[in-house]
């Protein structure tokens, strides 16, 4: 289960890259980096998870002394809520920039912005 | 107060920026400034406080708990004096930034508060997802902050970021959560102990590639070559008070986050670190060599400095305790010089190299651009320059050889082009546009000046070297930046005054050889210096440069160890690099000259270096004890270095534009002093390393050789020359090749000879420039054919310029021919015959270009438009005067200043001195007696000239069309005076040997280097994917090189 | 060796013999010339005519300061050059005032003429000067290397630079001659000796008809006069010099007389045969021939 | 010899128009390198304008007699082949003849020559240069006219362009006749030219310099653009 | 010669021909023709030396016949072209961008005869006469004589004879003439 979800992480991580890295279209491109960031959420999650274990929620269900047994580790989990976070800023920027950027030429072909070079 | 109110006071203020009311710009600006001065000031205490010892390092725990379950923060003094410089960064560009800033609104203020904060937080912090959140929040708000430029191809330059940061945030992820699954924690000392303690997990299979992830993820943000075009684009086209945070902050906090990495990586990495570190540092100055934008150019030396700390890193292992010091002082200079430079450059606002000339009506900036380029170059009193020295003590103490070359070539390089723009601001023409002298921008310039110097006050004193810029004649130069205002003749008075005082001071501690340089340096100097009271006005920067060359000189002769000797080089080669850089038409001989001179300047620091094995101080006298291993190499180097300076044939292309094309004063200052310099090293050198062997070949006899070549070419090129100032720059490529093979002879006389060309070439060298740069001012040519007839208008240059070629050519019964007696009882004990055959030809052809000078400016035909000519102006012929007046005594007394060189050398050479009896001087094998032959020549000629004068008093005057021209009469001055292309059969039958092979050589080493940097170039073809491409492919080389040669 | 004022009379003397050894050396070298030529030639006593005729002329234009000088420049090398060499070995009157200097002195005060006429004749603004000297000039160079060569290789081999030592190692007979204890330096001097002659076929630097006659185009009268008086003193000059170097000095007048006009006798030898040689010929026959053998002889001994 | 110059002569010769100074020869104006602008004069500027001095034998005969047994002895051509007869000088220098006998022998150079022999006709153009060429020797200094077209125009008496009697325009010594004489007679012209110096008669320099003006306007009379200073020094 | 000056005649209007000899032949032309048939001549016919460039002043007929003489050096031959001018008017048109050398001729002509070629360098500047103000000499209503005497000193008691009769009193003195 782990391996899967861990495997369809890193699947998810080259499909983004690839699609990055060989659509010129920016819009094609941000969505191709989201679906890589996807694939990385899902290695974090897959690698702190403990098979058997539950949800890193100290309540009644979980109580605090018995914790360290019970619970996944909660560090990747943080992780990934931060990630995710940063993640919907930058894919923000970005979607901004490409707004922008098809303002001043009316194209989202990414090999049209080449003005700055060597 | 805790560290963490830098990120607090950061992250608070931008979110109430958010909330206050758009309209209130100015509110919100201050906010701002106060909160990056708050941030500044924290950083600023820390730095304080640590460096004082009143308080260790802290760990700042924020959730109350210690890692792995909260993060931790840490400031010790690399932390602190790196926060201090991101926040002090992102204050300045804020000033720098208020237009833009007022004009945009608080929400651009948040974001840059956001940039410093991320800045300063990835430095703080000892958490490697931390790491990655603050690298996150640096993206954005760069992101933002690039959209600050006027420039609208920012615009694309952002998103060409942002697409390869995503692709290091994804590296760098999946590199943390390995890492963490490996290591069990994600603090970096955890991590570090573990791996450390060899704990399995940490660093095999997963874990290492979970590393490298991490790694490179953070290498990327170096920008390394070639994976940089993205970072390239937002260099050139953001706001240069951004690119200067970018360059800056941005850089020391990559850096200090990949330093913290490699804690955990631990030393195996460090190899990977030097390659990528040194691939980049030489690869980006390479590119840096053909750019055209002054933005895009300091982006690509951004990338190289960085590149270069990033290789300091890798020689982390080897460092030690001076680790933080090199690295730092490298670090440092680059941020406040780039920072600097960006913020000039926001103060012009073309882009265009050569549109930096606008700052030459602007002496201050002038000197700002100056300091900044000297400190990206590492020269005195800058950190770099300390940095550098100790680096290269270390690299060489371990035999790392092939890092210290890199390092030295990409900094050859960098100051080939530093250079070469800060000849543009000097010499070029400046465009129709005005420098923006706002006062804060203006103000931020110079606090990173001061910054600078004040830096390399506080790297010389930890240096334990000794402070440049604590030495007097040093002091006594920059204080002519202060005086500055001053009329030019007041300057010129104290700098007289400062030249004899220093020598009265100084001169009881000088033994008889450093006494004659000493003579011929400070009072030699002033004598020079009296021609320039010549000069109107203010005559702005001429006296700080000079005062630096001769600073330079005057530490050079007293410099007791490697450190303050090499010191010493650099300073007069920088000064002498700006007073050659005056001249009209200097711009590539004075570029070429100081590439030349730090070429050579780097090959004596790796001379010291090899020699010192890591004892420093390292005493000059210490080069005697070197071991038989080193010996050759350090010979080598230290000659190579010196060799430059003397202009030996082949490292000789520099110095005739450089001496010609000079002011009038400046020439003879650079050739009859300057010059010395390089002959005072090969003294050091030979007097203390003596022959050497290098597989079996003496190398003093390959000295001979070349110094043979050097006189014979050096004449041979001077006699086909059509300017009188060229003619005699290459000249003295000739004399001094004769002053180095007596030195290479490496007997007694042999050495005397040396020290007699080093005073006559002194004399007369200068006393011919002069004349010639007299005569030149009056003429407004140096074009010997277009002179002619000046005789009866220029009597006393030409009475100068006539003892000068027979003193210089060697006929009695002037002092020439005292150094050539000396010569020929030299050679008589040498057993290397065949240089000799050279010599003893080049004697002859310097009489052909000294006829030559004197024959196509004095006699032949006068010009319509010299007709009325004057003398050269009083103060140029006053010092003229004096030299013949030497030339003369010391031709009929000698022995005032040889005799006890004479018995000094003795110490050395104890055998085949010369005997002073009487009038008589007698060698081993011959005697001289200057007064009998002044005395003989004189009664002949007296009585001669009586008979002729008794015969032909009632002569008739003539002028000069009157002469038998076949029976035809002549019909313009022009056409009739023979002067150009004076040697034609000459050319006819010698003239293949100077044929520029030498010229075309180095032509072709840089044209390579040209070539090379164009076609790398279009690697960078500006397409944000192909960037990305870049980045991936440079993950995956670096992978396979790294996995390949480690374990 | 130091100073005496009887020295002052004798080198007088040694003035007067040469001056007249000179005027009729010349003239008798013309006569040979001429007579190769089949021509009787000029009277012996020609020359002596030639020189009063100059001196009595009775006009004279001047081209300025250096113009005026050239020829006392000129005569000064000549006669201080005669005086700065020991004339008759073994008298110590008769070596002059080689207190002053030793061999090297003889070598450079050789272009201490020709540096002052080069001034003069370039004073005088005639652009066949200025050619003459450019050609002199770049001949001498080359011509003297071999010259400087055979004396190093003889100086090495004597190890003395003085002149009297030099001609005292060679006494007692023939044999002991450098010419014959070192033959190839003496063969290079002696190639340089032709080519500082001025006769052909180095005389390219006079060239009468091509460039008038060089240097002294616009020289006459009394300062033609002295330039004659020196052209008779200096050969001589420069054949003592080689004389004492290679041929064994001369220990009295007539042994003097002979060997001077034996050297003489190579170069007019070699001149009546010989065309002339352009200046870039003369300059490579130099460096193919001449200096290879100079060369050599520094190498061997 | 004052058979063949009356100097004083009365011109009675057709006037010509004046001809203004040449273009290169007239004053033009210079920029100096401090940007002053000069005028030069050509003719002033370049050329010495004093006028030729009469000098004066040695104040003692039996010196002058010395120095006049020199001067005939001792006679230096000047190598200006004027005409035709140039060609009838080479030969005096080869054995055939060996004029070197008798110490002459030929310059190239007017200042060093003393003897000038105008060997054939004289062109108006060639005539310029011969003036200049003599004026250019120093004192004492003898001409000799070879052939007749320097007595009386010879064969060009009618010719629009040669002189037909030299001793109006410099001061001949001596005339030898023929057209031409063959070498043996130049020789002997030679030998009696050195009697006439030795007997203190060889003056033309002197006699020249007195009668300086009346030279010149004959001169002048035939060169119409005098393009040089009055004396050539 | 004869195939040359048919070969001509086909092309051009040319007026008397005179052949001289095998290999020399002169042919009138008119002025405006003569760039044309010289310049033919030299191009297609090889003939590309010019040998000479000469007049004569035919004073009686108030014309100057100019003789451009040119030479095949193949075929070794020479052609002449006659071209007369006016003698008041007497101008041509130059030919010396065909041969620089005819500028020479041209400046010679222009000084002795006072024809003037337009264009033709230094064409104004003296030639072999310096400071002339006369009529040109070889004009025909030059006087030479008179202007001799008119110039040049004359050195009296000069006979002259005209050489014919003078040979026949000497050679046969007891014929009468």
Redesign the interface.
């Known amino acids: 289960m782990i391996l899967v979800s861990m495997a369809a992480g890193f699947l998810l991580i080259l499909m983004g890259l690839y699609g990055a890295l060989t659509n010129r279209n920016i819009l094609r491109m941000i969505v191709a980096f989201t679906i890589a960031s996807t694939g990385v959420n899902l290695v974090l999650v897959s690698v702190g998870y403990l098979a058997g274990r539950t949800a890193p929620i100290l309540d009644a269900a979980v109580p605090v002394a018995d914790a360290a047994e019970r619970i996944i580790d909660p560090v990747p989990q943080a992780l990934v809520l931060t990630a995710i976070v940063i993640g919907l800023g930058i894919t923000a920027l970005m979607l901004a920039y490409a707004f922008k950027l098809y303002e001043t030429k009316r194209t989202l072909d990414i090999s049209k912005f080449t003005e700055l070079k060597g | 107060m805790s560290p963490i109110l830098i990120i607090a006071i950061g992250l608070g203020t931008a979110f109430l920026l958010a909330f206050l009311d758009n309209r209130l710009r100015a509110t919100a600006y201050a906010i701002t400034l106060v909160a990056l001065a708050v941030m500044s000031w924290i950083a600023a205490d820390w730095l304080f406080a640590l460096s004082s010892g009143s308080t260790g390092p802290v760990e700042i725990f924020t959730a109350g708990t210690k890692p792995p379950f909260a993060i931790n923060l840490r400031m010790g003094l690399a932390e602190a004096a790196l926060t201090l410089l991101i926040t002090v960064t992102g204050l300045l560009a804020a000033v720098f930034l208020k237009e833009p800033m007022m004009r945009l609104g608080r929400r651009s203020m948040a974001v840059l508060l956001i940039a410093t904060m991320s800045f300063a937080g990835i430095v703080l912090t000892r958490d490697v997802f931390n790491l990655f959140v603050f690298f996150e929040l640096a993206v954005i708000s760069t992101g933002g902050l690039v959209l600050l430029s006027d420039d609208a191809r920012a615009l694309s330059a952002g998103f060409k970021y942002l697409i390869v940061s995503q692709v290091i945030s994804i590296l760098l992820l999946i590199g943390i959560i390995f890492l963490y699954h490996a290591g069990g924690s994600l603090n970096i000392d955890d991590l570090a102990a573990a791996s450390a303690a060899g704990n399995s997990t940490v660093l095999l299979k997963s874990g290492a590639l979970a590393f490298f992830l991490l790694f490179i993820a953070l290498v990327a943000e170096l920008k390394p070559f070639p994976a940089n075009g993205w970072a390239l684009d937002i260099y050139e086209s953001a706001h240069p008070a951004f690119s200067a945070i970018f360059s800056a902050a941005a850089g020391a906090a990559s850096l200090y986050a990949v330093d913290k990495a490699l804690l955990i990586g631990g030393p195996a990495w460090l190899p990977v670190a030097t390659a990528i570190g040194l691939s980049t540092f030489v690869a980006a100055n390479v590119l840096a060599l053909s750019q055209t934008s002054d933005r895009r150019l300091l982006g690509y030396s951004s990338v190289a400095q960085i590149g270069l700390v990033f290789a300091v890193i890798g020689q982390k292992d080897l460092l030690g305790d001076q680790y933080l010091f090199i690295a730092g002082g490298i670090l440092l200079a680059h941020a406040v010089a780039k920072a600097g430079l960006y913020w000039l450059s926001g103060t012009l606002p073309e882009r265009a190299l050569t549109s930096w000339a606008e700052l030459k009506h602007h002496p201050v900036l002038l000197f700002a651009f100056a300091s900044f380029v000297a400190m990206l170059v590492g020269l005195p009193p800058f950190p770099g320059f300390y940095a550098k020295w100790q680096l290269a003590h270390a690299l060489a103490a371990d035999g790392r050889y092939l890092v210290l070359g890199l390092i030295l070539l990409g900094a050859l390089i960098e100051a080939g082009y530093l250079f070469r723009w800060f000849g543009y601001a000097l010499k070029r023409e400046a465009p129709a546009q005005q420098v923006d002298l706002s006062l804060h921008k203006i103000g931020v310039v110079l606090i990173a000046v001061a910054a600078g110097w004040g830096l390399g006050y506080l790297w010389g004193d930890l240096s334990g070297l000794g402070n440049v810029l604590t030495a007097l004649p040093l002091l006594f130069a920059l204080s002519f930046l202060a005086l500055d205002w001053l009329p030019a003749k007041v300057k010129n008075a104290i700098a007289i005054a400062g030249l004899v005082a220093w020598f009265l001071v100084s001169y009881p501690g000088y033994d008889p050889l450093r006494l004659i340089f000493g003579v011929i340096i400070l009072i030699g100097g002033a004598v020079i210096l009296l021609a320039s009271f010549e000069t109107h006005g203010r005559r702005i920067g001429f006296y700080p440069s000079a005062m630096l060359m001769y600073a330079g000189l005057a530490m050079l002769i007293v410099a007791e160890d490697s450190f303050g000797f090499f010191a010493a080089w650099e300073i007069l080669t920088l000064g002498s690099y700006f007073l050659i850089l005056r001249g009209k038409k200097s711009e590539p001989h004075a570029l070429s000259y100081i590439v030349f001179s730090l070429g050579g300047a780097f090959a004596i620091l790796a001379g010291f270096a090899v020699a010192a094995q890591g004892t420093q101080p390292f005493a000059l006298q210490g080069l005697a004890d070197v071991s038989a291993t080193f010996a050759p190499y350090v010979f080598i180097l230290l000659a190579a270095g010196f060799m430059t300076k003397t202009a030996a044939i082949g490292l000789h292309i520099w110095l005739p534009g450089a001496h010609a094309e000079a002011e009038t004063d400046v020439s003879p200052m650079v050739s009859g002093i300057l010059l010395k310099a390089g002959l005072y090293g090969f003294f050091i050198l030979l007097m203390t390393m003596g022959k050497t062997q290098f597989y079996g070949v003496e190398l003093t006899y390959v000295l001979l050789w070349i110094g043979a070549l050097s006189a014979l070419l050096g004449n041979l090129m001077a006699i086909f020359q059509e300017d009188a100032k060229r003619l005699l720059a290459y000249s003295s490529i000739g004399q001094m090749g004769y002053a180095l093979f007596g030195l290479a002879l490496m007997n007694h006389l042999g050495w005397l000879m040396a020290l007699m060309f080093v005073i006559n070439h002194y004399v007369y060298k200068s006393m011919l420039f002069l004349s010639v740069g007299g005569i030149a001012k009056r003429t407004g040519t140096k074009l010997m054919y277009r002179m002619g007839g000046l005789i009866t208008l220029m009597p006393l240059s030409f009475i100068a310029v006539l003892v000068g070629i027979i003193a210089m050519s060697g006929v009695p019964p002037l002092s020439g021919f005292g150094g050539r007696w000396i010569f020929y009882n030299a050679i008589m004990s040498s057993d290397a015959r065949l240089p000799m055959v050279i010599i003893f030809l080049s004697g002859p052809i310097a009489f052909l270009y000294l006829f030559r000078l004197i024959h196509t400016i004095f006699l032949g035909q006068l010009k319509d438009e010299h007709r009325r000519l004057k003398e050269a102006p009083f103060w140029i012929v006053l010092p003229q005067m004096l030299f013949v007046a030497f030339l003369i005594g010391f031709a009929i007394f000698p022995g005032l200043a040889l005799r006890r060189v004479d018995a000094y050398l003795g110490s050395f050479f104890p055998s085949h001195g010369l005997a002073w009896e009487g009038l008589t001087i007698t060698s081993e094998y011959g005697y001289w007696s200057p007064v009998s032959i002044m005395i003989v020549v004189a009664v002949i000629f007296v009585v001669l000239l009586a008979w002729l004068v008794f015969l032909n008093h009632r002569a008739q005057k003539v002028k000069q069309f009157n002469i038998v021209f076949a029976a035809e009469r002549p019909y313009r001055p022009e056409t009739t005076h023979f002067a150009w292309n004076f040697f034609a059969p000459y050319r006819k039958a010698l003239g293949f040997l100077t044929e520029p092979l030498v010229t075309r050589f180095w032509g072709g080493i840089t044209g390579t280097l040209h070539g090379t940097a164009d076609l790398t170039r279009r690697f960078y073809t500006g397409d944000g994917q192909v960037y990305a491409f870049h980045f991936v492919g440079f993950v995956v080389i670096v992978y396979l090189l790294s996995m390949g040669v480690r374990p | 060796m130091t100073f005496e004022w009887m020295k002052i009379p004798f080198a007088l003397l040694t003035l007067f013999i040469v001056v007249n050894y000179g005027l009729l050396l010349t003239a008798l070298m013309q006569k040979i010339a001429a007579r190769v030529g089949g021509r009787y030639g000029i009277p012996i006593y020609q020359n002596y005519i030639d020189l009063l005729k100059n001196y009595a002329l009775r006009s004279a234009i001047t081209h300025g300061f250096m113009f005026y000088l050239g020829p006392v420049f000129r005569l000064t090398g000549g006669v201080g050059l005669l005086l700065f060499v020991p004339t008759i070995y073994g008298s110590a009157m008769f070596s002059n005032m080689s207190f002053a200097g030793d061999l090297i002195l003889a070598l450079y005060f050789i272009f201490f003429g020709s540096l002052g006429m080069a001034l003069g004749a370039g004073e005088s603004g005639h652009p066949y000067s200025a050619i003459g000297v450019s050609r002199g000039l770049s001949q001498v160079t080359m011509a003297e290397l071999p010259l400087a060569l055979a004396v190093f290789a003889i100086a090495v081999q004597y190890q003395t630079l003085s002149i009297t030592e030099i001609v005292a190692a060679q006494q007692g007979g023939f044999l002991h001659w450098t010419l014959f204890t070192n033959p190839l330096a003496v063969i290079a001097a002696m190639l340089s000796f032709l080519g500082s002659m001025m006769r052909p076929p180095f005389d390219v630097v006079l060239a009468p008809q091509e460039i008038p006659i060089g240097p002294p185009t616009e020289y006459h009268s009394a300062y033609l006069a002295l330039m004659q008086t020196n052209r008779v003193i200096f050969p001589i000059a420069k054949i003592v010099i080689f004389m004492n170097l290679f041929f064994g000095g001369a220990s009295n007048w007539p042994v003097f007389f002979v060997k001077v006009f034996a050297i003489y006798m190579v170069s007019v030898l070699v001149g009546v045969v010989f065309p002339r040689f352009r200046v870039e010929q003369s300059i490579r026959w130099f460096m193919v021939w001449a200096v290879p053998i100079g060369i050599a002889a520094i190498l061997i001994v | 010899m004052e058979a063949f110059v009356k100097p004083g002569e009365k011109n009675r ?2 006037e ?2 004046e ?1 203004p100074v040449k273009q290169e020869l007239q004053p033009r104006v210079v920029k100096t390198p401090d940007g002053q602008e000069i005028t030069v004069e050509p003719l002033k500027d370049y050329y010495c304008e004093a006028p030729p001095r009469v000098h004066p034998p040695a104040y003692a005969k039996i010196v002058e007699d010395l120095f006049n047994w020199a001067r005939a002895e001792s006679l230096w051509i000047l190598g200006f082949g004027t005409g035709c007869g140039a060609i009838e000088m080479r030969p005096l220098m080869t054995p055939r003849f060996d004029a070197y006998r008798y110490g002459i022998q030929w310059r190239p150079t007017p200042r060093q020559a003393n003897l000038f022999v105008i060997s054939g006709y004289l062109s ?2 060639t005539l ?1 240069r011969a003036i200049r060429s003599y004026e250019q020797m120093q004192n004492p200094k003898y001409v000799v006219g070879l052939g007749s077209c320097t ?3 010879g064969m060009y ?9 030299l001793d ?1 325009y410099l001061p001949v010594d001596l005339y030898i006749t023929g057209c031409m004489p063959r070498p043996e007679a130049l020789l002997a012209g030679f030998l009696e030219l050195k009697k006439i110096i030795k007997a203190g008669k060889g003056e033309g320099a002197n006699r020249y310099a007195e009668n300086f003006d009346w030279y010149k306007a ?1 001169q002048k ?6 393009d040089m200073p009055d004396y050539s020094w | 010669m004869k195939d040359l000056t048919d070969r001509l005649g086909t092309l051009f209007s040319l007026g008397d021909i005179t052949e001289k000899r095998d290999d020399l032949a002169f042919v009138s032309v008119a002025p405006d023709l003569l760039r044309a048939v010289i310049t033919h001549l030299r191009d297609v016919e090889g003939f590309t030396h010019l040998v000479l460039l000469t007049a004569v002043d035919w004073i009686e007929g108030g014309q100057f016949q100019l003789t451009y003489l040119v030479h095949n050096r193949t075929r070794a031959r020479d052609i002449g072209l006659r071209v007369f001018i006016d003698r008041e008017e007497a101008t041509m048109a130059g030919i010396h961008d065909l041969w620089p050398t005819a500028a020479t001729y041209q400046r010679e002509l222009k000084e002795m005869f006072g024809i003037d070629f337009p264009g033709s360098p230094r064409i104004d500047e ?1 030639f ?6 006369d009529i040109p ?1 070889y004009r025909r209503d ?1 006087d ?2 008179k ?9 009296p008691g ?1 006979e ?1 004879f005209d050489p014919a009769t003078h040979m026949k009193d000497k050679l046969y003195p007891g014929e009468a003439s």
């Open positions: 010769l057709k010509r128009p001809r108006v153009k310029k007595i009386n125009g008496w009618d010719s629009y362009n040669t002189i037909k009697r109006r004959n009379q035939v060169i119409h653009d005098w | 003296e072999i006469l310096e400071g002339w103000t000499p030059f030479t004589k202007y001799a005497e008119e110039t040049y000193f004359h050195r000069r002259t």
